[in-house]
């Protein structure tokens, strides 16, 4: 469940990435792309995403014992993390391969908890 959640938010900021600029060729301005872009919906999005992987993905590598899922979800973060330090228009180009590979851990950590809580494995 919090795998779902995490790849849920995770997918925000990848959706947040892709659809500010589309709106703006789309030619919508003003107060709504103004908030669309503040600095605090950045954070506010990249909240939960850090809160999920610190809750679900530690506790999934004691069951699995893959850390691939971990490593993938913290170079993701810590990529997404150093956004806020890049000028805005490198920003898209990092945070798009971030929340993938944030994403894609949260994928795989579901994946490996499913096979390893198998009666089978």
Do not use: R
């Not at 919508?28 to 954070?43: D, K, N, P, R, T």
């Not at 506790?59 to 014992?65: D, L, N, T, V």
């Not at 806020?84 to 994946?111: C, D, M, R």
């Amino acid at each position: 469940m919090k795998d779902n959640l995490a790849i849920f938010t995770s997918g925000l900021c990848l959706f947040h990435c892709l659809a500010a600029p589309l709106l703006l060729i789309a030619g919508l301005s003003g107060a709504f792309i103004g908030w669309f872009e503040a600095e605090w919906v950045h954070q506010a999005l990249l909240i939960p995403v850090i809160i999920l992987a610190v809750l679900s993905l530690p506790y999934a590598y004691k069951q699995h014992g893959s850390v691939i899922p971990l490593s993938l979800a913290t170079i993701g973060i810590l990529a997404m993390s150093s956004s806020f330090y890049l000028p805005e228009s490198l920003e898209l180009w990092l945070v798009i391969p971030s929340a993938l590979l944030i994403i894609s851990a949260h994928g795989l950590n579901k994946k490996l908890l499913a096979t390893s809580l198998s009666p089978l494995s």
